[in-house]
């Protein structure tokens, strides 16, 4: 297994936030993280990305303890797009782009041909190739996203976790983003809202709530009428799509 979380329990205070979690990601495999706003998406990932340690259980990355591994070592093949990522605001596009190879450099490295590659292609496969010489403070909403997004593709990860990644971009950039990750080659991990977009572009999906995954599974075992309505509180009709297979909803007015 690429990532793997064994009964991760993770409290504030005494309330029990991540309640006995665990998951299997494959290698290459793009899994989806659905639940309503405050059932623990974002948690998960910061305790799979090794940023907070659980109270109990742990998380391992190909049958490594995270809490073994080194900070620079996680840095080489982990990337974590955060849900409010921020960033130094005097910094130009490409320059927030470059710090995604910080991890792979030593003290004494040059930037090298390697690193521009990286960072040109990160830029092209983002869509901010036009944007490489901006200011930070000049960009967009979703085009802050799209640079982040860069860095994280420019760190040439095996493991990338995205936490609802589509939320500024416009449609053509959410689904366009949606079908690059699906088609990395490296483990995904992706916190999102947008149901459909999530069975279409996910392998595996897994729903949160009250800390706790109550449904996993492939899309169309998990994208119900029952579900939506136990978890979301929503009446819609469910169906397979013609056009790729997967669970599409329906939302009812
Ligand atoms: N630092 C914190 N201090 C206090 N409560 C927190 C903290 N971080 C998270 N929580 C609480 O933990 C619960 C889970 O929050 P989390 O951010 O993981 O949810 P989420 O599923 O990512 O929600 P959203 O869809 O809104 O992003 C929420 O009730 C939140 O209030
Ligand atoms: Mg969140």
Same mark, same amino acid.
């Given at each position: 297994?690429?990532?793997? /979380?064994n009964?991760?329990v993770w409290?504030?205070g005494?309330?029990?936030?991540?309640?006995?979690?665990?998951?299997?990601? =494959?290698?290459?495999?793009?899994?989806?993280?659905l639940?309503?706003?405050?059932?623990? +998406?974002?948690?998960?990932?910061?305790?799979?990305?090794g @940023?907070?340690?659980? %109270?109990?259980?742990?998380?391992?990355? =190909?049958g490594r303890?995270?809490?073994?591994?080194?900070?620079?070592?996680?840095?080489?093949r982990? !990337?974590?797009? =955060?849900q409010?990522?921020?960033?130094?605001a005097?910094?130009?596009v490409?320059?927030?782009?470059?710090?995604?190879?910080?991890?792979?450099?030593?003290?004494?490295s040059?930037?090298? /041909?390697?690193?521009?590659?990286a960072v040109?292609?990160a #830029? =092209?496969r983002a869509?901010m190739? !036009? +944007?490489?010489?901006?200011?930070?403070?000049?960009?967009?909403?979703g085009?802050?996203?799209?640079? %982040?997004?860069a860095r994280?593709? /420019?760190?040439?990860?095996r493991?990338l976790?995205?936490d609802e990644?589509?939320?500024h971009?416009d449609i053509q950039h959410?689904?366009?983003? @949606?079908?690059?990750v699906s088609?990395l080659?490296?483990?995904?991990?992706?916190? #999102? %809202?947008?149901?459909n977009?999530?069975?279409?572009?996910? &392998?595996h999906?897994?729903?949160?709530?009250n800390?706790k995954?109550?449904?996993r599974?492939a899309?169309?075992?998990?994208?119900?009428? &029952? #579900?939506? +309505?136990?978890?979301f509180?929503?009446? !819609?009709?469910?169906?397979?799509?013609? %056009?790729?297979?997967?669970?599409?909803?329906?939302?009812?007015?």
């Amino acid at each position: 297994m690429s990532i793997k /979380a064994n009964d991760l329990v993770w409290k504030i205070g005494r309330r029990t936030i991540i309640d006995g979690v665990s998951l299997a990601v =494959e290698p290459g495999k793009t899994l989806g993280l659905l639940g309503p706003n405050g059932s623990g +998406k974002t948690s998960l990932l910061r305790l799979l990305a090794g @940023l907070k340690r659980p %109270h109990s259980g742990s998380v391992s990355i =190909e049958g490594r303890n995270v809490r073994s591994i080194s900070r620079r070592s996680m840095a080489q093949r982990v !990337a974590f797009v =955060e849900q409010h990522a921020a960033t130094n605001a005097n910094l130009k596009v490409i320059d927030v782009v470059k710090l995604g190879r910080f991890p792979h450099r030593s003290m004494f490295s040059n930037w090298n /041909a390697r690193d521009d590659e990286a960072v040109s292609s990160a #830029l =092209e496969r983002a869509g901010m190739t !036009a +944007k490489r010489d901006d200011r930070w403070q000049s960009l967009s909403g979703g085009e802050k996203q799209r640079a %982040h997004i860069a860095r994280a593709l /420019a760190q040439a990860p095996r493991e990338l976790i995205l936490d609802e990644p589509t939320n500024h971009l416009d449609i053509q950039h959410q689904i366009s983003l @949606l079908r690059l990750v699906s088609g990395l080659p490296i483990t995904s991990i992706i916190a #999102l %809202h947008d149901l459909n977009h999530a069975a279409m572009f996910c &392998d595996h999906l897994i729903v949160m709530q009250n800390g706790k995954i109550i449904a996993r599974g492939a899309p169309e075992q998990v994208i119900t009428q &029952d #579900l939506l +309505k136990d978890v979301f509180s929503i009446d !819609a009709r469910v169906e397979i799509s013609p %056009h790729h297979d997967r669970p599409h909803i329906h939302f009812l007015p």
